[in-house]
């Protein structure tokens, strides 16, 4: 496991994440953190400043989702289980779309983030639980029997999530910043020519 700690930004923050939930089997991972976002390769930009939108392309070489697993399980009785765990994925394809709008404030114009859609492309993904009570070496079979077997329905089932933080985060951080630079001090050229 990589030393998370020497990362330079702070970890996106999920509280629950529905790995999968049916009535016989419940997954969830509790007070996920997400790092990874600063290991990335940008693919593509396009700008469109009249309609102030743009369109990143971006590849993620890995992003780590650890948390606390919650496992409930009913066959012939009910199973639960928590304990440790770590998501691994490479190579996570972003397509974002971006809106910004302007307002003015104290005869000031100022730019803010103010619409964000995204889809993210994971292909794969490893993990890692803590398997360290010896006596539940059965149990963990069965969790990664039902992983690996169920790879792309938790994809799809965890994919919303993933994207709502990251977004919801993005704007966060984009707003912070803009509101405190004006329009003018980003955009010198385009209010020369205005």
Known sequence: MPDLN??????????????????????????VKIYGFCDLVVNSVYTDPDRRHFNFDLNFNHLYLNGTYDFDVRILM??????????TIDNAGLKVELDFKTITKNGNKYIYASKLSMNIDIK?????????????ADFYKIITDIINTNKKDIVKQVKPSIE??????????????FRRISYEELFPEKTRIV
């Open 6 to 31: 020497i990362l330079p930004i702070e970890p996106l923050n999920i509280k629950d994440l529905t790995i999968i939930h049916t009535d016989n089997l419940k997954v969830n991972m509790r007070d």
């Open 124 to 136: 794969d993904f490893t993990y890692k639980i803590d398997e360290s009570r010896k006596e539940l």
């Open 164 to 177: 709502k933080e990251i977004s919801e985060n993005i704007i966060s951080i984009l707003n912070n910043v």
């Open 78 to 87: 009910e199973i639960t289980h928590k304990g440790l765990s770590q998501i």
